[in-house]
């Protein structure tokens, strides 16, 4: 092969034509063309290679066409970290657009028990709405963001619960000091179960009472808090620190007014640092800072709360305790097995969680433990529903129960045999015995028509509804509604009607 | 006996036994038989032959009572046997001329004239046994409704027979509809159908409840827009607070199973209340929408849908 090299003049012959890009354009400037010295290279030079020929593919490369992607353009920051959380679980309450219905009704001691007003809506409140939000009784998503002012429909069902809160407060005819109710709420979808809660919260709180609540059951099976075995028990308990400690801020804060009232009058060994003339909200604030007496402090202010007499030596400054209501949302996810894990790794039923089994056990002994009355709510929700085998049974045997079915008799629900029902779940359901009365279950239905008629007159003078609320208009929404569920009813009522609008054809 | 010569001509003659042209014909039947001969001929005794001929007497006369049977040729039993169909054409035939012959005979109007079911086309084919025309056909059917309108009681009994000889067999038009009518319990029961979904509807006299399956018309269905089709029959009248429904639906999807109880429903409610049937006809209640989805062909992707062209 011929070497690169002139022999003669010492110059690199150029094998590769050199880049033609740093020249100008022709056009700009004539193009000179002188002759090479040498001819050999250009004959030496490999062929060039046809525009647009096919290059060789390598040995496994891909053949698909590959287009270059289009470059995502800059999009505005993501919002903050848990910003988007927040909106989600915002929580608005009045909206400035909707009309003020004139000639509404607050919700009081008199009105709540009203039988005139059923059927109308009732607002809640201004200053119980701190209260309200501080036990989470309101849920994103419930529509409260459309009105004026939030409100609730004084249905039958409400009309009861007053009544009995009236008889519990030990006012009115038939007063019952002392009693305590306890119940099961369930319902279709949008029954209004937890407004029905937020409606027994409301008047616990008209009446002065102490409200308890857990406004979503699940957060304490999820595996969310931090959990932690109590030595010395058998099966293994577990005490969940940080919820109980949310629980006594909300506590707190919701009824901060009544547990102020109050002085501790019982000797708690567990607490050394307790003053013997604090209030209860004090006792209450301990658990606050250091999560570890959080349970303790509960324990303690649950015996202030049903003490019916003071430790002796302690009597100087006892008041009779008030009444207590106690809610929970979502009943379904405390009957099964939590996301916590034991030791071995095996799961953790929900009742061997101590926050948990506390709440449980006042459907069994509540009578026994609020010695001060009160109620106990509890509802299911299917909207975060866990599917459960047990307690859709154990909710059927109560239903047969209070229709008059005897456990004995063969048209009493029973699980299927193999079908590994969940035993403490049946044993939670079945009849008490002795002094202790049977939790009900209520089920909440669908509205009147009447009552229906009111909630959408509300609708119209709240200027969300620009229809004529007559006897027909509500019938027809009742039925679509299958039957009055006020959270359908709704739907139909903020639902905006086009321009085209469907007009009865009659002959 | 016709034989195959190649002399057509002669041939015929001698099927007619004509021997007027004798000095001729041997000439040429000698030089064609020169190249050709025949078992059944036989060459040398032709002269001698013609010669008996000549001295035997003329044929009998013809005894026309006692008439041979056999025709010179067969000649066949319809005239329209070389047409394309002859048996379609004598059909035709022997209904105009019924008509012709009845055409006198007073009529009735179209609407009056009793309710016939005619063969239908496919079934005319099979009947004759020959591809009949759409065409064709109805013209013929044309005529036979013109004898239908005959007055029913002066119809002749060759009319009646012919007619009754093109009527489809099982005579549909002489079914009876039994009209459904509400139960001794005041239920109306009637189905409907949309796409995959079949609805039984239960309507009785009530307040406007509505059970679907078991459940509320709300677990039902979830979307407003499918409740107020399921129930649009009771709307658009205002009839939803009159009456309670129980209905079970099985099969399909969401809106199918709601337009199908649209339909049970209006067809329960004109059991209640006949008059309503312009408005809910109106409304499109009572329309049957009858599509199905459309099978998968082979070859397509789907019903319709080709594969994507690929160049090799």
Redesign the interface.
Known sequence: MASSWCWSCLSRLRATPTPRAILPPQSITPRITTASFHSSAVQYANPTKKKGALVAVKYRQGQTLRRKKKKTTERARPPAVGERKALRKRIVLSNPNALEVEGMQDLSSETMVDARLRGSVLGLPVPMLDQLRAVQAFKPKQGWSIFRRPGTVLRRDTLEMARLFEKISGEGDAAEKGKVVKKIVTG???SGKTVHLLQAMAMGFVKKWVVVTVPDARELVSGDTSYSPIEGTNPPQYVQPNAVSALLMRTVEANRQVLASLKVSQKHSALPSLKASSTLEDLAKLGFQDAAVAWPVFQALWTELTATAAAPGMEKDFKPRPPMLVTVDGIAHWMKESAYRAADYSPVHAHDLVFVKHFISLLQNGQASLKNGGMVLYATSTSNNPAIYTLDIALEQLAARQAGVSPSSPDYPAPEAYSGADARILELFKPTTGKEPQFELQTLGGLTRDEARGYLEYFARSGLLREEVNE?WV??K??????G?IG?LE??GR?VRSTAQ?T???? | MARPTPNGLTQAFQALRLHSSTTSRPVTRCLARQTRTYATEVEGQQPSALATQEQAPAAPEIDFTNFSRRPARIVPASPSYFSGSPRFIDHVLKLESLQAKYASLPTVAAGDAPRMAWFKLAQFRDYVGEPVPMKKYKSLVKILQRLNRIQPEMVPGDVKRTLESFLRPGNPYAVQHVQRTVDENGRARAKGKRKESTAVVQLVEGEGEVIVNGKSLVEAFQRVHDRESALWALRCTQRLDKYNAWITVRGGGVTGQAEAITLAIGRALLMHEPALKPVLRKAGVITVDARRVERKKPGHVKARKMPTWVKR
């Open positions: 279709l979808k949008g027909t019938g027809e009742w039925s679509l509604s299958g039957g569920i359908e739907k139909l639902h469907t009865p054809v009659l002959n």
